[in-house]
């Protein structure tokens, strides 16, 4: 990667960012990327290499007869050729049941117990429904599952999430594929300060400044998929994308400056000249 | 002649009823070609298959007898979230 993508912070020998670690498994990118929304494999490929991601996620739908011939590239394969783990989702599903079984399935496909557990309310929104969510995530739990919930930026549900055994919360930043950005950066940080498990910012991120607000808020990673993936260049957003998280992730660990309601002169007030102009 | 509902649609099985003879008729061209290392194995394929709403294990298609009115589902990861 490096030679492809020279890390400007690594080089100046400032420490690289840490790693995210998720039910024990360290990822060397905060970037979790999604695969939907690319038009074909080719870019999609490019992009997730440009996104230097590690984690990525799948749908599952069901097998289409003209599923093409012998040896047709697949999101599958293409993943497992790049060395990406696949972190298959939930999408589509409408009930803690609907979800369940879809996990159980993506388990036998993916061979990982790790899930991207989504659970809508309605179609128009996209919004989770969080009742359901919380009992899907607690049977999932229960059956072995590592449980990444799509949630609403909600902090009692995250607890919730948390508390059922959830191996990490993502809360949306704005309705998915909206790039409305964080609608709720006080939310997202009450989420963040308080969660034990890593907070991943999934939904709503539009550009570059979305998913660095992310990372200062406190979160621990995004999940993007259509900012990417639906930008007019993909491969320049996935690389936008992926300074712009270890940046925020920097920047979030560099102690801001407080905001203050006046100015503050950065020159020194002393030995001005005294110019009779 | 066993009647199943696969995927959403109604077929006839006319040759063998295991799971395993009915996934192949489907999904042949996206599995791994005969000879190749994945084939047999348990390494994932990114396809799963339920028979009415609990998940058949691979190892079990073959041993998996169908029935009238069996409900199938053949999933594979596809581009998504």
Redesign the interface.
Same mark, same amino acid.
């Given at each position: 990667m490096v030679d492809r993508m020279p890390d400007e912070v690594a080089d100046h020998g400032a420490p690289a960012p840490d790693a995210l670690v998720v039910a024990g498994v360290p990822l060397g990118s905060r970037l979790v990327m999604?695969?939907?929304?690319?038009p074909n494999l080719l870019h999609?490929e490019s992009a997730l290499v440009a996104s230097g991601t590690e984690l990525t996620?799948?749908?599952?739908?069901?097998?289409s #007869?003209d $599923?093409?011939?012998?040896g047709?590239g697949?999101?599958?394969?293409l993943l497992a050729r790049l060395g990406i783990r696949?972190?298959?989702?939930t999408?589509g599903c409408f009930s803690a049941r609907e979800a369940v079984?879809t996990a159980?399935?993506? #388990?036998? $496909?993916?061979?990982?117990d790790w899930i991207?557990l989504?659970v809508l309310a309605d179609e128009i929104t996209l919004l989770p429904d969080p009742i359901e969510l919380v009992a899907a995530a607690e049977q999932l739990v229960r059956a072995g599952f590592v449980v990444l919930p799509y949630t609403n930026d909600d902090p009692v549900v995250a607890r919730r999430l948390e508390d059922v055994g959830c191996a990490a919360v993502m809360p949306l930043g704005s309705p998915i594929g909206s790039g409305l950005g964080i609608l709720n950066p006080r939310n997202i940080t009450a989420i963040a300060d308080r969660s034990t498990v890593p907070v991943i910012l999934d939904a709503g991120i539009g550009t570059a400044s979305d998913a660095a607000l992310a990372m200062e808020l406190g979160c621990d990673g995004v999940l993007l998929?259509s900012a990417v993936t639906r930008a007019a260049d993909p491969v320049r957003m996935a690389r936008a994308m992926r300074l712009a998280v270890e940046a925020g992730r920097l920047a979030a660990s560099a102690g801001r400056i407080p905001r203050r309601e006046q100015a503050l002169a950065s020159s020194p007030t002393h030995g001005l000249l005294d110019l009779a102009l | 002649m066993t009647r199943v509902v696969l995927n959403g649609e109604e077929r006839r099985l006319t040759g063998a009823d295991d799971l395993a003879s009915v996934v192949a008729s489907v999904v042949a061209p996206v599995l791994p070609a005969p000879g190749d290392t994945a084939c047999g194995s348990e390494a994932p394929t990114g396809i799963a298959a339920a028979v009415n709403d609990r998940v058949v294990p691979r190892s079990r298609w073959a041993s998996t007898l169908l029935r009238d009115d069996d409900r199938i589902e053949l999933v594979t990861a596809v581009q998504g979230g």
């Open positions: 999604g695969t939907g929304g690319a999609l996620t799948v749908a599952m739908r069901r097998v #007869r $599923a093409g011939p012998p047709a697949t999101v599958w394969d696949p972190l298959p989702n999408a079984l159980e399935l993506a #388990r036998e $496909a993916c061979g990982t991207k989504e998929a | -």
